[in-house]
């Protein structure tokens, strides 16, 4: 195998990451690969909290990849055990732990999206419930004095917990202990992470050293700002575009981003060269509409195709620009002389999750009859013989209700 030289993986590995620690041991572990000839070891670990991925995952998922590129082995580790600890970065409060089933369950959707970043055939896949699920408690209790109390309250959500004076859980200090004993069982070189897994990364450089192995340079990546331009990417928040979605979904969500984010997302969740983006960067300040819809084609063909990509832009130039009803609506048929809320017709599309989310809908004038927006939640439909209908509910959903 043979590696490119450490200043062309360096302009690889450099793009969009937030910070290295430290980055002369990085480049020093590269020189070493490129005259060994072994690649790195390169750890991503994830707690499949969630079953659905959306392209604020993809980040750290891409930067995977992009050393498995470069040649480097990608670790992909699922925490079958970590996930059942509850791990509250990024929170004031404990995240709940979850059972062993709904980690079983999400960790298998989570792997087969992930793998249509990662290339499955290079991707080592580990579950560290492996290894520290048959630690012993004083395994446990040996690994825990490997750091104090001082130390631990250096993590930024602990400590502003511990100034408020609500309680943090012991257990909870257990979590960076873990995912730094991930480290030393693999041996890592090099752990990927978001800003808020920042001290996790760290202690497993502590507890490395404290193995006297080689410790591991850390690598953070920035938390992709969703759809509304000002939280991070969640699907809490509903600023998110799934990386299953459909076609026509993640096309137009694509397109509800803010102008000022049209680079970044260029940058973070996508495959243009490094020298496209200088030009991307031109064209976002030159032509922002233009370019908000070449980035929303570059998104939907990295996950659904070329083709795919070209229906979906069609889509929604006939639908939203032209307004018009998708050829292939759905149908939906009353009996003629029947009454029907519009809340049980859109109940009966499923183009809505739930009552009250077609309701919230409703109250932001988001669901038309004709054209016409109906907020009335109790509005009432009466199909006469021959009526023809077209509902739209959102953005992109649309419907004929016909009579028979």
């Not at 832009?313 to 009353?334: G, L, Q």
Request: glycine share 6%.
């Amino acid at each position: 195998m043979s590696f490119k030289p450490v200043e062309e993986q360096l302009e690889v590995i450099k793009r969009g990451t937030v910070e290295i620690v430290p980055e002369q041991e990085l480049v020093e572990k590269l020189k070493k690969s490129i005259k060994t000839n072994t690649p790195l070891k390169i750890k991503l670990g994830v707690d499949p909290t969630r079953p659905d991925l959306h392209l604020g995952h993809s980040v750290i998922l891409r930067k995977l990849r992009q050393f498995q590129d470069l040649g480097h082995e990608a670790i992909l580790i699922i925490g079958g055990f970590t996930a059942m600890i509850g791990d509250p970065t990024g929170q004031n409060k404990t995240r709940p732990p979850l059972t062993l089933e709904e980690v079983n369950e999400n960790a298998e959707t989570y792997i087969s999206q992930a793998q249509k970043i990662l290339d499955e055939s290079k991707t080592t896949l580990v579950n560290n419930a492996d290894w520290l699920g048959i630690m012993t408690f004083m395994d446990v209790v040996k690994l825990s004095s490997n750091l104090t109390v001082a130390r631990m309250i250096e993590r930024d959500d602990f400590s502003k917990r511990f100034a408020n004076n609500e309680p943090i859980s012991v257990h909870e200090f257990l979590y960076p202990l873990a995912q730094a004993q991930d480290s030393v069982h693999l041996e890592s070189d090099v752990e990927l992470g978001g800003t808020d897994q920042k001290f996790n990364l760290l202690v497993g450089r502590d507890l490395q050293k404290a193995d006297d192995q080689e410790p591991q340079v850390c690598l953070m990546m920035p938390l992709l700002v969703g759809t509304d331009g000002t939280m991070k990417m969640s699907k809490s928040y509903d600023n998110y575009i799934g990386i299953d979605e459909p076609a026509n979904e993640m096309y137009g969500k694509s397109l509800s981003i803010p102008d000022e984010l049209i680079y970044r997302y260029f940058e973070l969740v996508t495959d243009v060269s490094n020298e496209e983006l200088e030009e991307l960067k031109k064209k976002v300040e030159q032509d922002p509409r233009n370019t908000k819809h070449e980035l929303a084609f570059t998104i939907t063909r990295m996950y659904h195709g070329e083709q795919a990509a070209k229906d979906a832009r069609n889509h929604f130039e006939k639908t939203v620009i032209n307004k018009d009803v998708p050829d292939d609506a759905p149908e939906f048929y009353y009996e003629a002389g029947s009454s029907h809320r519009l809340l049980d017709v859109i109940s009966d599309t499923e183009m809505t999750s739930s009552n009250g989310e077609t309701k919230r809908m409703m109250k932001q004038g988001g669901v038309s009859l004709d054209d016409k927006k109906i907020q009335d939640p109790n509005f009432t439909i009466t199909f006469e013989s021959g009526d023809e209908m077209e509902l739209k509910v959102g953005k992109r959903n649309f419907a004929r209700l016909k009579s028979k």
